[in-house]
């Protein structure tokens, strides 16, 4: 057994997997919503809420596991702007995992709205009335809904760059299946 | 660590193609989710637009339904509603009320008198944490029976053309009734001798899991005396507000809330038909109106009235006007808590 290790635990590698696939749903139901008047705005905005709420207790677990299983090193050869780049997104995919769904709730409770989730469940107010402080966090919100969508895109690019590209290791450390797992390179060496 | 391998030139080529072709494609897709690529959709802003006086939206103020003056008071349940809705704010007891009577204009300084349609904003919370809220009109019918047929409406009604809204009315027939309310219907000379009407049908669920549609009512407990306009243009700009606040300074005012209930095949996704007058209504409770405050620095102020927000035991219904509402509402509200210092607080300093 190696003493580094070159995957994020399994349970990191679902929570992520998991968390993309909602992530992605809610900046999409974010952006759509926002921009129709259909039947369908009154589902959205409670798929919304309610998703926003998972997302949070997803991205405190996620946050735990992170300080606790750490995650592998980036190879050597990396380029230095690369790994600045990679370490600096992370910060900000994290401080938008976490921040985004407490503007939400924020943003309502300032509002005088009630926190209302899928299945009758309210949240309590975080904060108080207040028109400049929602105003504030409206702004933030939709704002850095966007900035979050773009980061997105550029993880999406640098993975699939490693994956296609460098072959170097960092895709298949967060590959939602094992693609080169320790087993398959030794067979693999062995075959040759 | 597995080594890096070389590729091929062409591959590594190929590669950054792919992955060029998922980032632009998943942009697009994200561009035509907000609309950006779809002019044609019918936005909340488009609707807002349509709203506004041709100087420009009153900044600061609700977008429509501009003039308004705040009231307390307590919903008084009577329980009868708990036969056809399990929200708890249909089970007999008395819960909170907030509210706002206002005038169907953009404009904010408008006079009463030359306002045809009336309305209430209200909001019952009872205990649990939950809300209803609801916005009504003295209208017995909407104007329109769809969202787009509306914007339309407002298209032709803001129009420089001197025959758009004829053209409008005979290409939508479902006009007719309310054309009829707004041109014959008596008026009245306050807010307390007003009906309001929810309009909109939404969805009771009872205790046994049944459905119900329905569609609610305040019916106001003052002896009506109905004026005409023009005895209305010989009052002040303002009497609406002034004579509700006298009103209710020498005692409360009631209205009882009725909630009449569809018979299988009537239409619930269209505001404009009326269900015949003998179906079954329940007097649910009592709305008792106890003080009066002006906006500015009311407790309705920075409340969005948004029909969608309801109890369980509450939901939507095939109408689709609550949804567009409360799309709309939301970009007003967006658009007025932002714009505060255009509508000043009149007390200074820091709030009690």
């Not at chain 2, 047929?149 to 006009?175: I, Q, R, T, Y």
């Amino acid at each position: 057994m190696n003493a580094i290790r070159h995957h994020f635990s399994p349970l990191q590698r679902l929570l992520h997997w998991v968390m993309a696939i909602c992530i992605l749903a809610m900046l999409f139901i974010g952006v759509g919503m926002v921009s129709t008047i259909m039947p369908k705005y009154v589902p959205l905005v409670s798929i919304h809420k309610t998703l926003g709420a998972v997302i949070l207790v997803l991205a405190l677990i996620r946050l735990v596991t992170r300080f606790y299983y750490g995650a592998p090193p980036l190879p050597a050869d990396l380029p230095e702007p690369m790994k600045l780049a990679a370490e600096l997104s992370h910060y900000a995919l994290y401080a938008l995992m976490i921040g985004m769904p407490l503007l939400g709730w924020g943003m309502l409770s300032a509002s005088a709205y009630p926190v209302e989730l899928y299945g009758g469940i309210y949240l309590p107010a975080i904060l108080p009335q207040s028109d400049s402080l929602r105003t504030l966090l409206w702004n933030a919100h939709f704002y850095l809904a966007f900035a979050f969508f773009a980061l997105i895109l550029m993880h999406v690019a640098a993975a699939l760059f490693h994956a296609l590209v460098r072959h170097d290791g960092v895709f298949d450390a967060m590959a939602p299946v094992p693609i080169h797992d320790e087993a398959t390179r030794v067979e693999y060496k062995a075959a040759e | 660590m597995p080594e890096p391998r070389p590729s091929p030139a062409r591959s590594v080529l190929g590669s950054f193609v792919l992955i060029g072709v998922v980032v632009a494609g998943s942009a697009a897709a994200f561009a035509y989710t907000a609309g950006w690529l779809s002019p044609e959709r019918l936005t909340p802003w488009k609707m807002l637009e349509a709203l506004a006086p041709p100087s420009g939206p009153a900044l600061g103020h609700r977008r429509n339904h501009a003039k308004g003056i705040c009231f307390t008071g307590v919903f008084e349940s009577n329980g009868n509603g708990a036969a056809i809705s399990r929200a708890s704010v249909l089970a007999a007891g008395q819960y909170p009320a907030l509210g706002r009577f206002n005038l169907g204009t953009p404009n904010p300084d408008a006079t009463d008198a030359s306002v045809r349609v009336r309305g209430i904003g209200l909001r019952i919370t009872p205990p649990d944490g939950q809300e209803w809220r609801m916005a009504m009109i003295n209208a017995p019918v909407f104007a329109a029976s769809t969202p787009d047929g509306f914007h339309e409406l407002l298209v032709a009604a803001g129009s420089k053309d001197p025959n758009a809204m004829k053209v409008f009315a005979e290409a939508h027939p479902e006009f007719a009734p309310f054309g009829a309310w707004a041109k014959n219907a008596p008026w009245t000379g306050s807010y307390a001798e007003d009906r309001f009407n929810g309009l909109n049908s939404f969805i009771f669920t009872d205790s046994s899991g049944a459905d119900h549609a329905v569609r609610w009512s305040l019916l106001p407990e003052a002896q009506v005396e109905p004026v005409t306009q023009d005895d209305l243009k010989k009052l002040g700009p303002d009497f609406l507000e002034q004579e509700i606040t006298q009103r209710i300074r020498s005692g409360p005012q009631r209205w009882t809330m009725t909630v009449t209930v569809a018979n299988p095949g009537d239409p619930t996704a269209d505001p404009t038909k009326a269900w015949p007058d003998d179906r079954r209504t329940i007097e649910v409770g009592t709305l008792v109106v106890q003080r009066i405050e002006a906006e500015a620095d009311g407790p309705c102020r920075d409340i969005n009235f948004d029909p969608t927000v309801l109890p369980p035991g509450i939901r939507t219904s095939d109408d689709p006007f609550p949804a567009a509402r409360s799309s709309v509402y939301a970009k007003s509200y967006d658009l007025r808590t932002a714009e505060a210092k255009d509508y000043p607080r009149t007390v200074t300093g820091p709030k009690p």
